[in-house]
């Protein structure tokens, strides 16, 4: 297969890849728990993860943030299944009194599974102007760029 063929395929399997929750802890302190498909890796669950803290900083009215602490995890499993189907041929040749003879089997239907997620949780504290710790945090529009309107709106689905 060449790999032309297969960047659509990829790109449809990353299309959608990740889910974030949060979970409001203090008035300016939030948890964000982002679930990503195998395919992203832990680091694609950590980039979905600090993309959604600057969102979720512009959401809720702030303009900077600090990640005040961070845990990622590998939770994919990966299962080969056994085979389906298996196909004989056989050979058999007789001259006088020898004979020869070869079998080949061939097994199918074998599938590889990836299952699970890898997931990223992030502290994150948000600043405005007038709070102590906001000269030394991250801007939020910044981070994420001059596209920073749409994906407040729409949030980060892919890692990619």
């Not at 063929?5 to 974030?20: G, Y």
């Not at 669950?45 to 993309?51: C, Q, R």
């Not at 389906?84 to 590889?112: D, E, K, V």
Request: aromatic share 6%; net charge positive; proline share 3%.
């Amino acid at each position: 297969m060449k790999v032309s063929a297969l960047i659509p395929v990829v790109a449809i399997i990353l299309s959608a890849c990740a889910s974030t929750s949060v979970t409001p802890v203090a008035k300016n302190k939030i948890i964000i728990s982002t679930s990503a498909a195998p395919a992203c890796g832990r680091s694609g669950a950590a980039k979905v993860a600090s993309k959604m803290a600057a969102v979720e900083t512009l959401r809720r009215g702030y303009q900077r943030y600090v990640i005040a602490g961070a845990n990622v995890e590998k939770n994919v499993s990966v299962i080969h299944t056994g085979p389906t189907y298996a196909n004989t041929y056989s050979n058999a040749s007789f001259y006088g009194n020898s004979a020869s003879m070869s079998s080949t089997t061939h097994f199918g239907g074998q599938r590889t599974i990836f299952a699970g997620s890898n997931d990223a949780d992030l502290a994150v504290v948000m600043f405005n102007p007038e709070d102590a710790g906001f000269s030394d945090a991250i801007d939020a529009k910044s981070e994420l760029g001059s596209e920073w309107e749409t994906l407040v709106k729409d949030g980060i689905k892919t890692c990619s």
